[in-house]
């Protein structure tokens, strides 16, 4: 299957996304499964991991929803209490929705000792133990704290979003290659190549300027642990989505049929354990 392994839906209220901000106001407005279904169909694509935009149970109640209505999302990354002790009871309830893959905490904006934490830490063995994995949503500065939080979890399936978010204003800077490479010798962890085009200044991307990042991606984690997402409604203050979903195409034209078809989709399949 061909899979679009990040996206979001959402109800826009202004007080729960203070984060869009006045030069991304196009997003300010609801974005749900049935205003994605036309880019998917235009590409190509088999299906979509719809993925938490708001720290709320509520929320992951309702992508479980749109996984009723829409069969092209195939699995949701929601969101739970994870420092909450009786995270594993309401673990316990949503497994029962078996198109819960996985789980998501929005660490960018946290502080690096939050990673430390007891309680944080406790969550995730819990979120193991429920056979779920793990986004990783940090950014660039954050790669050394977010590389001892993996440590602490050798058996947990870990995905880095967005490649860390590194501002993109030239070449790939040295220390997020070497962070990079650093944290792809953990095996239990795969990469996001995407949410790119919203980190590039003035949202002024060229393939030629995100080309490179994709190769320091690949290098590090290989085509069985790297898988596209779009990003989507995010995207599109940047891009429109089919625009970057040729260019994730022009980014592994030269690479043999099989790391292909894993980064268009095999490797989602397998990591967030998706059925057609």
């Not at 499964?33 to 708001?54: E, I, N, Y």
Request: glycine share 6%; proline share 8%.
């Amino acid at each position: 299957m061909k899979i679009d392994a990040h996206h979001h839906c959402w109800r826009y209220t202004p007080e729960e996304f203070d984060w869009i901000t006045d030069d991304m106001s196009s997003i300010r407005r609801n974005f749900y499964p049935a205003d994605l279904a036309p880019s998917l169909a235009a590409t190509g694509l088999d299906g979509t991991v719809a993925v938490q935009a708001r720290q709320t149970v509520e929320e992951t109640l309702q992508l479980l929803e749109h996984t009723h209505r829409h069969r092209f999302i195939k699995g949701v990354v929601g969101w739970v209490p994870l420092t909450d002790p009786k995270v594993a009871g309401l673990l316990d309830q949503l497994r029962e929705e078996k198109n819960l893959k996985g789980v998501r905490h929005v660490l960018q904006g946290e502080p690096d000792a939050y990673m430390a934490d007891p309680a944080f830490n406790a969550g995730l063995r819990e979120v193991a133990a429920h056979g779920l994995s793990y986004d990783l949503l940090v950014r660039a500065p954050q790669l050394p704290a977010a590389i001892a939080l993996v440590d602490l979890h050798p058996a947990l399936p870990i995905v880095l979003d967005h490649i860390a978010k590194p501002v993109i204003a030239g070449p790939p800077p040295a220390e997020w290659r070497r962070h990079i490479a650093e944290l792809a010798r953990r095996p239990n962890v795969c990469c996001k190549f995407s949410g790119l085009v919203t980190e590039v200044p003035g949202w002024a991307w060229t393939p030629e300027l995100l080309w490179p990042y994709f190769d320091v991606v690949l290098a590090a984690f290989g085509a069985d642990r790297l898988m596209f997402g779009s990003d989507w409604p995010v995207c599109l203050v940047a891009t429109e989505y089919t625009r970057w979903y040729r260019f994730i195409e022009s980014c592994v034209t030269g690479l043999a049929p099989a790391e292909r078809d894993l980064i268009l989709g095999g490797t989602a399949t397998r990591f967030y354990r998706l059925t057609a």
